[in-house]
């Protein structure tokens, strides 16, 4: 998966953000490379690979081309599971039930 980040703080935000849905998910990654100048950050789930990078990085690497033969996937398209679990009934709504 590769996504590009606008700013240092964006890729930043991005890895934060990725590492946190899918840890709640039980998704590990191995140690990020990269986190610390989020110039260009490499998350490895194993099966999935995730590359958060800024536009001048996307640019230089040309990691498009690299994996141009791979399936594209229109992210808005995939359901993503909630932040939060839903918060449990409490016991009166649980009766009136």
Do not use: F, N
């Not at 033969?69 to 932040?83: I, N, S």
Request: charged share 30%.
């Amino acid at each position: 998966m590769v996504v590009t980040g606008t700013s240092r703080p964006h890729v930043k935000a991005i890895h934060q953000e990725l590492h946190v849905r899918l840890k709640k998910m039980g998704e590990l990654h191995g140690e990020p490379e990269g986190a610390d100048m989020a110039w260009w950050v490499v998350l490895d789930y194993g099966t999935v690979v995730v590359h958060a990078l800024q536009p001048e990085a996307r640019e230089y690497y040309d990691l498009d081309r690299l994996y141009s033969d791979c399936p594209e996937l229109d992210w808005r398209e995939v359901e993503l599971p909630p932040l939060t679990p839903a918060a449990p009934e409490s016991d009166a709504e649980a009766l009136e039930a």
